[in-house]
Each structure stands twice: as structure tokens, then as C-alpha cells.
């Protein structure tokens, strides 16, 4: 059984920096494509990261996040992470990591969900 187990949203002041987590199970993360994607309220979810292991899967960062937030994992712990910097009010959002073993980047038809966090930023 794959599940996928964020953790650490919360509430962070303007230009400050958080990571989030999405530890694996039942899969090994460094054979798939890696995405973080956000729901902010009243809008759309959007891809904002995303990292093909593929050949021709490609990468992906949204222009709001560019230099500001990364992708990255750790193959011992098989987590996921997303490291975000500079954060602003409009980055509020509840995020969510998502992985695909066929997905190109950057895609919606994810198979594997977390189960979402919120992320506050307000002074």
C-alpha cells in the first residue's frame, strides 16, 4: 500500500523559510516523477515543482516560486521535500506532494497523493 505523509506546515511571517515533507511508503520516490503542487482559497490548484527521473520527462517551476522555492529528496529516507524561501502572503496555500511513475513534467494526472498542509504566511 503507497502513502504519501506530509508534515511541516504552519503559520511563518513574510520572508521567512519553511520545508515541508512528504515521507514514502510502499514506493521508492527516486523511480518517479516528483511534484509539489497548492490550492490557494477561492482559486485553482496549481503545479508549482516538478522533477521527471524519465528520460524526456523534464522539469518544472512555476514563474511565482522561481529562486524562491526547491525541490529536493533524500533517497535514505524517502521523502520529499519542499524548501521554500522568501515567503509571501500569497504563497498561503494548502500544498500538496504528488508522485507518478509515467508522468512528464509539468502534468495534473498524478497517481499517488499526500494528504495536504497548510502553509500561512502573515505577519
Known amino acids: 500500500q503507497v502513502q504519501l505523509v506530509q508534515s511541516g506546515g504552519g503559520l511563518v511571517q513574510p520572508g521567512g523559510s519553511l520545508r515541508l515533507s512528504c515521507a514514502a511508503s510502499g514506493l521508492t520516490l527516486s523511480w518517479y516523477t516528483l511534484s509539489w503542487f497548492r490550492q490557494a482559497p477561492g482559486k485553482e490548484r496549481e503545479a508549482i515543482l516538478c522533477n521527471a527521473t524519465h528520460d524526456d520527462g523534464g522539469t518544472y517551476t512555476a514563474d511565482s516560486v522561481k529562486g524562491r522555492f526547491a525541490i529536493t529528496r533524500d533517497d535514505a529516507k524517502n521523502t520529499l521535500y519542499l524548501q521554500m524561501n522568501n515567503l509571501k502572503p500569497e504563497d498561503t496555500a494548502v500544498y500538496y506532494c504528488?508522485?507518478?511513475?509515467?508522468?512528464?513534467?509539468?502534468?495534473?494526472?498524478?497517481?499517488?497523493w499526500g494528504q495536504g498542509t497548510q502553509v500561512t504566511v502573515s505577519s
Open positions: 504528488a508522485v507518478d511513475f509515467f508522468a512528464n513534467c509539468p502534468g495534473e494526472k498524478f497517481e499517488f
